[in-house]
């Protein structure tokens, strides 16, 4: 897959903070959803282009979630892998 453009990175950016109060708080782990969602939207904002960056700010699932949002970032997602938005959606209440 290719790097998104930057309107198409604003509007994931958007569409994310639509959904951080939509899905369901916590995972059936117990992980805090909506912390990812944060943490996915901070490292869009940002940029945190490196995945050093997103290991100084998160841990766990939440770096998962963030280092997801870098992938697609920088166009290094698989292209059948869903974008960041597209993958809570399955979480929504």
Do not use: H
């Not at 940029?47 to 920088?74: F, H």
Request: one cysteine or more; hydrophobic letters at 40%.
């Amino acid at each position: 897959m290719s790097a998104p453009a930057p309107e198409q990175v604003q509007a994931e950016i958007e569409e994310l903070r639509r959904l951080v109060d939509k899905v369901r708080p916590r995972s059936f782990f117990g992980d805090d959803n909506r912390a990812c969602i944060e943490a996915q939207i901070v490292v869009l904002s940002q940029p945190i282009r490196t995945a050093e960056g997103c290991e100084e700010l998160y841990e766990g699932y939440v770096l998962d979630c963030a280092l997801s949002a870098r992938d697609w970032m920088t166009g290094d997602l698989a292209d059948d892998e869903e974008t960041p938005a597209q993958s809570w959606q399955c979480l929504v209440q």
